[in-house]
């Protein structure tokens, strides 16, 4: 089963970290990434821009284009993980291990339903 | 991550918002300062202990709150017999920080007076940046002052001095009405860009101490843009500061020596923080209120957007230029305009137009750079060579210098086997 692992954190907070702070968490999460990806287990992995690059389309008729994050919130969506898992128990590990390298903020551990890998190149 | 330093991260992204809020309280920028350094103190002591709170900024008002509350009861009993006035019981305080942050407008308020109080018209501009640096980012003298190259004692006096005016004028302290808040806005802005523009001009060799204005500038911006989501301006502010950082690394060379952008190694372009500018102009230009910072982001856009330099669209940068000179009329933006003619239509037609620049950037270093450059490229050398020595006298840093010194080598060097050439032609 795929499971999405949404990240959250405050975002002014993750701003404000050096440029040496933020570098040795990227550098702990790509251990566990490493790991992850070695047993195959590792989908698509995005650090999002900050939420003041977003815009949000309210499917409104016609739909209305609004400045910012959908949603006003202490934190913040700041990027995800799509890791396969056998189930909640392993998918919780995973964000553990995660959270050990990222402290602070929340996971929210959300199985997937449809996938589509997509074709993007990088 | 250790445990002081996600402290240290948490009171740095919490300070304006608490600093802000317990200004509004105290109506005292040196005791809300105190009661937030106060706060400050025994987070340090709490949270390793208890574990952070969820809301540092909340958790540090109301403690800063409690703490400067004491304070002024204890020096009025040293002056006078307590007055019997109401215990204030944590929990209230408690309730009231809630209160308050769920307040959004008041929160955005705050964050826009503190930072408002900095850029006062009776500070000069490097007092107001100083005093932002200090108040809002809350870096130490000693780190201001080292990216002002001044001495730390230089630096405090002129802290010292910027906030004693500031406790002289009035600060505004009501909710601000539109009008207002707008301006306040585009004068919050205005001195965001100067410290921007303060770690950005410097010199090669003083480039890496003096860039950490450049991140607090962004920092700053962004913080902004969160709170006035929908401003254009703030998007194009935003988006300027991070595509001109972004070059940060391609711009000078191992000693210090300006690369122009034409030079320029653009793998070494941050494509990070360019894809983040580049999404902040799009944002921006769909509100179709454009404005000087949204104009400057969007030229700065097209050098981010060409891999090349030869694909550098220097059409669309010389209608933009004409775009800002409408809004803001000024010598230095021609000149600028008039780099993009000569890529446009040639250097004769660059020259025809700044001529008439020459009264008023008479002591203008870049007006002769670029007169030298024109001058040279349209072969009349000892023109250029005037032009280029003028630019060396009135030059601000030794970089700069440097690569004017540059210009007149080739001078020299194409105008030795000068016979050989023009017999040539």
Redesign the interface.
């Known amino acids: 089963m795929l499971y999405a692992i949404l990240c959250y954190h405050?975002?002014?907070?993750?701003?404000?970290?050096t440029k040496e702070?933020d570098a040795?968490?990227m550098k702990k999460l790509a251990v566990v990434q490493e790991k992850l990806a070695q047993q195959g287990r590792l989908g698509p992995v995005a650090r999002l821009?900050?939420?003041?690059?977003a815009?949000t389309l309210r499917k409104d008729d016609p739909p209305l284009?609004?400045?910012?994050p959908f949603a006003?919130t202490?934190e913040q969506l700041l990027g995800f993980y799509v890791v396969d898992c056998k189930n909640l128990d392993e998918a919780l590990d995973v964000a553990r291990d995660l959270g050990a390298a990222n402290?602070?903020g929340a996971y929210e551990i959300r199985p997937v339903g449809v996938f589509n890998p997509g074709s993007v190149q990088t | 991550m250790t445990d002081t330093a996600w402290i240290d991260a948490a009171l740095t992204s919490a300070r304006p918002q608490a600093v802000g809020a317990l200004l509004r309280y105290f109506r005292d920028l040196d005791r809300a300062e105190e009661a937030y350094q106060n706060a400050c103190l025994r987070a340090l002591k709490s949270w390793p202990q208890n574990g952070p709170p969820r809301d540092p900024a909340a958790w540090l008002i109301m403690v800063g709150r409690n703490v400067g509350i004491d304070d002024i009861r204890r020096s009025r009993k040293q002056e006078a017999l307590p007055d019997d006035d109401q215990a204030i019981s944590d929990l209230d305080d408690a309730e009231d920080a809630l209160a308050e942050r769920l307040d959004g407008s008041h929160y955005r308020d705050d964050i826009l007076r503190l930072l408002f109080i900095c850029c006062h018209p009776d500070l000069p501009p490097t007092q107001q940046i100083a005093l932002a640096l200090r108040i809002v980012s809350g870096l130490s003298v000693k780190q201001i002052a080292r990216a002002f190259l001044v001495s730390e004692a230089a630096m405090e006096q002129r802290i010292t001095r910027a906030k004693a005016r500031v406790a002289d004028a009035k600060v505004p302290f009501e909710a601000p009405g539109a009008a207002e808040r707008s301006e306040r806005l585009a004068s919050v802005a205005a001195m965001i860009y100067l410290i921007f523009n303060e770690g950005y001009s410097a010199s090669g060799d003083t480039a890496e101490i003096r860039s950490p204005l450049c991140e607090e500038a962004i920092r700053l911006a962004r913080l902004l843009l969160r709170l006035f989501q929908s401003e254009p301006e703030i998007m194009g502010l935003t988006a300027l500061l991070l595509l001109q950082h972004a070059r940060a690394a391609a711009r000078f060379d191992a000693d210090g020596a300006v690369i122009l952008l034409e030079d320029q190694d653009r793998r070494l372009w941050n494509q990070t923080l360019i894809a983040e500018g580049l999404a902040l102009i799009d944002k921006a230009m769909r509100h179709r209120r454009s404005g000087p910072y949204q104009v400057q982001a969007a030229i700065s856009a097209l050098h981010a957007r060409a891999e090349k330099p030869e694909d550098t669209d220097w059409l669309q940068i010389e209608l933009l230029y004409g775009a800002l000179e409408i809004m803001q009329p000024s010598p230095v933006v021609t000149l600028n305009r008039a780099v993009a003619v000569s890529k446009v239509r040639g250097p004769e037609a660059a020259l025809e137009m700044i001529d008439p620049l020459a009264q008023r950037l008479q002591n203008y270093f870049h007006f002769y750079g670029v007169r030298g450059a024109f001058l040279m490229q349209l072969g009349r050398n000892e023109e250029a060579r005037v032009a280029f020595d003028r630019a060396i006298a009135l030059a601000n840093t030794t970089a700069e210098a440097a690569h004017i010194r540059m210009h007149l080598d080739r001078l020299i060097r194409d105008s030795q086997p000068r016979g050989a050439k023009s017999s040539k032609k």
Do not use: F, R
């Open positions: 405050d975002e002014d907070m993750v701003g404000s970290w702070q040795t968490v821009l900050p939420t003041t690059a815009t284009v609004l400045d910012g006003e202490k402290p602070g």
